[in-house]
Nanobody
Framework: QVQLLESGGRLVQPGGSLRLVCEPS????????MAWFRQRPGKDREFVAG????????SYGNSVKGRFSISKDRAKNTLYLQMNNLEPDDPAVYYC????????????????????WGQGTQVTVSS
């Protein structure tokens, strides 16, 4: 069994920055595809960013392009999300997700493709 543990969420002012971290534990885990999703109050879970182990090329949801950056430490399988210029629409619970499948780019945003999920970390943006 694979567990994903997110950290780094906290209160930050508008325009500020945060870095979220997702650390896997449990059985040997490669994490062919890993991603960040978020769920804002009253809304469905939304794709934020994803990355494939094979290429390392990231993909982003439209609402975060140019502000957020996903990266992965291949040796540790640790996933990061650097969030800059945080906006009032960004507060949410941010979830780390992973799959042993190598997803095609068009499937990265489909949360049904991921079998491993973390418990989430709360990000709050307020002055």
């Amino acid at each position: 069994q694979v567990q994903l543990l997110e950290s780094g969420g906290r209160l930050v002012q508008p325009g500020g920055s945060l870095r979220l971290v997702c650390e896997p534990s449990g059985r040997a885990f490669i994490g062919q595809t890993m991603a960040w999703f978020r769920q804002r109050p009253g809304k469905d879970r939304e794709f934020v960013a994803g990355i494939k182990r094979s290429s390392g090329i990231p993909s982003y949801g439209n609402s975060v392009k140019g502000r957020f950056s996903i990266s992965k430490d291949r040796a540790k399988n640790t996933l990061y999300l650097q969030m800059n210029n945080l906006e009032p629409d960004d507060p949410a619970v941010y979830y780390c997700a992973a799959t042993d499948k190598l997803l095609i780019t068009s499937s990265l945003a489909a949360n049904r493709e991921y079998e491993y999920w973390g418990q989430g970390t709360q990000v709050t943006v307020s002055s």
